[in-house]
């Protein structure tokens, strides 16, 4: 069955050349012109993989992707943000964004990116972990339901961040190069920096870690890359 790609978005131009180019690479599109419309069909629908402009009338994108996650909607999300636009990105992909794209952007990139993660969604169970649950101090991870609790609480965590932490967790005690996570858990390496590792170990800190700024868990190993003790 071909996959679902819902496409929010305003400029009619873009709209038409995305429409086509992606249905032609055999993905059925649907699109939403505004915001409102977007989130709606977006909460009530079932679609693989969402591609979301921020600046749109009536609601922005970063609102309809932290409303969608609040609603506990995993389905990936690539950001298109406005050129050179850092802010934006870092944003975005804090909301719960697997991916963002700074306009203009190539098409071939773009399918890339589409195609990166359709390949890893939707998040499955892991077949490494002797059972479904892995605990470490106050937080609980349900791989069968992709749930993450912490001291009780749900702890909302992208696609991404989810497999980030899943890697993490199937090679806890190994130091890990910011390249292998790339490739491991991006698995796109040639298109995003070393950097979005980064980013995303940190917002994993920020949701796990009693201390972010001192983790406990998931920890920097200088000049090498992290590791996750837990
Ligand atoms: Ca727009």
Redesign the pocket.
């Known amino acids: 069955m071909n996959k679902r790609i819902l496409l929010i978005?305003?400029?009619p131009g873009l709209v038409l050349t995305l429409t086509d180019r992606l249905s032609s690479e055999g993905y059925s599109v649907d699109t939403a012109h505004d915001g409102d419309v977007g989130l709606e069909r977006a909460s009530n629908e079932n679609f693989d993989l969402i591609i979301l402009?921020?600046?749109?009338p009536s609601r922005n994108g970063f609102d309809i992707c932290r409303d969608l996650r609040q609603r506990r909607t995993s389905t990936p999300i690539i950001m298109l943000t406005a050129r050179g636009q850092i802010v934006d990105k870092v944003v975005g992909l804090k909301l719960g964004a697997d991916d963002y794209l700074t306009k203009p952007f190539e098409m071939l990139e773009l399918l890339a990116r589409v195609e990166a993660l359709l390949r890893r969604a939707p998040v499955s169970p892991v077949p490494q972990l002797d059972n479904d649950i892995y605990q470490f101090g106050p937080v609980r991870i349900d791989f069968r339901r992709a749930e993450v609790h912490r001291s009780g609480e749900v702890i909302e965590l992208s696609a991404l961040e989810f497999r980030l932490l899943r890697y993490f967790i199937e090679h806890r005690g190994e130091t890990l190069s910011r390249d292998e996570l790339l490739n491991e858990v991006w698995g796109y390496n040639a298109l995003v920096s070393t950097r979005t590792v980064d980013v995303h170990v940190a917002w994993l800190r920020q949701k796990l870690e009693e201390h972010p700024r001192h983790p406990q868990y998931i920890l920097t190993v200088h000049g090498l890359g992290y590791k996750f003790v837990g």
């Open positions: 978005e305003d400029e402009d921020v600046m749109l």
